[in-house]
Each structure stands twice: as C-alpha cells, then as structure tokens.
C-alpha cells in the first residue's frame, strides 16, 4: 500500500461538528503541510445534525482551501465500538502515518506534522505530549505498517490502551514534543 498523503487524521464523532471543526482547524492552523494531510470523518448514519453541519459548513470550507476532507456515514456503533469507526476510517485512509484524532482536541504545536514525518522508515507508535505525559498515547500516531501487520488498528474500544500495551511489548513506544490539549471538562 503505497500512501498518496504525509498524514491520515481520523476523527469519529457525533453532534458536535463546530467542535470537530474547531479541533480541525487547529491541526490545519499548526501544520507545515496542511496540503498534504488527510482528515477523515465518521458520522453515524442516524446523525443528520452532523451530516447537515459538515455538508453545508465544513466540506466548503476545506475545498475552498484545497485540502483534503471525507465524511464517512457509518452504522452507529457507539462508544463501546469506538475501535469500529477507527478501524472503518483507517482502513480507507491514505497517509503514511495514521492519528486518531477527538473533535475534544487542540493541536498547540506548530510543524507537529513534519515531527511526525520525521520518523518516516520507523516502525513505531508515537504520542503525542498530553495529559501530563500520560504512560499511553492518547491520540496514537501510528505507520501505515500497523494496519498491514495487524490487518486493523485495534480490536478494543479503548484503543489507546491496546496500542499503547502493544508498543511497549515490541519496544516501539515513542513520545514526540509535539503538544496537543484535550479540552475535557472532566481534565
């Protein structure tokens, strides 16, 4: 599988398209090379806020600027599947590197993307600098590698733990600088 982007940014979510936007435009606003990322969107298929929001909002601001946005309707699997959408969505992605991304996010690093790319040829699973350094990568960076290896990104719904306890097995965790705020009103 040969990637045609630097970056697949997977995002699955369910009536909040202005947060989603938001957490999206801060990855845009901070990347070297936003013309070479991939964000890819999962909606449930009962969702139709969403589905209007990204329609009318969201889809004609990315395409007036060139970049590169799909909105995927799925079967709503719910949290307990959250693994289900990531799977979905890196399945048809086409980025060298794969992040799974929550509409919850901010991105506060500039180049956080050349970071990434900057370890194009490794087999690891970065994490990004969140959480107070949290011991798992709460929004997993992984090679286009995983997914052929693994035939999927997770089969858990708490897929940062999976990966997470993955890498550390095969000694292919790695944290990056690259800072990323989760704006949880629960943090």
Known sequence: ITPEKSISVLLPTRGRGELAFKSLKSMIDHADNPEDLEFLIAID??????????????????EERNLDLSVHQTPRWGYLQLHAYN??????????????????????????????MSHTGKFKLLAFDTHNL?????????????????????????TDAWVSQVAYLADCWERISAKVLHDRADL
């Open 45 to 62: 298929q009962d969702d139709d806020e969403s589905a209007e929001y990204f329609t009318k909002t969201m889809l004609p601001w990315f």
């Open 87 to 116: 799977n979905y969505l890196g399945g048809i992605s086409k980025g060298a590197w794969i992040v799974f991304w929550n509409d919850d996010a901010l991105m506060q690093s500039q180049g956080w993307d050349t970071e990434i």
């Open 134 to 158: 949290h011991p798992y990568s709460i929004f997993p960076i992984l090679p286009r590698d995983w997914i052929v290896l693994f035939e999927m990104l997770s089969p858990h719904q708490q």
